[in-house]
């Protein structure tokens, strides 16, 4: 399984980015997948999952503004991130399972 993370870049702060995974390989379909992110000095840490129903979960500092959302067919998770902050300048990393992405790199400034 290999996963393809794009759609970082720089950005002024209130502004919107989506981020893709696409995953390729033998797909484990149906399976929940994740996005985490690691700023700079600081340890990954999750920020939003779905599930193979659909069902979202955010971490409280990107609630209601971060929406995740998967497209079955193409095997492809996103993450629309809106109203950026500075404090979202991290490299986003997209997870299924054991596996992770190539990270991101979402730069947000004020």
């Known amino acids: 399984v290999q996963l393809q993370a794009s759609g970082g870049g720089l950005v002024q702060a209130g502004g919107s980015l989506r981020l893709s995974c696409a995953a390729s390989?033998?797909?484990?379909?149906?399976?929940?997948m994740a996005w985490y992110r690691q700023g700079p000095g600081q340890q990954r840490e999750w920020v939003a999952g779905?599930?193979?129903?659909?069902?979202?979960d955010y971490a409280a500092s990107v609630k209601g503004r971060f929406t995740i959302s998967r497209d079955g067919a193409k095997n492809t998770v996103y993450l629309q991130m809106n109203s950026l902050e500075p404090e979202d300048t991290a490299v986003y990393y997209c997870r299924l399972l054991k596996y992770w992405g190539q990270g991101t790199l979402v730069t947000v400034s004020s």
């Open positions: 390989g033998r797909i484990l379909s149906g399976k929940p």
């Open positions: 779905i599930n193979a129903g659909g069902g979202a």
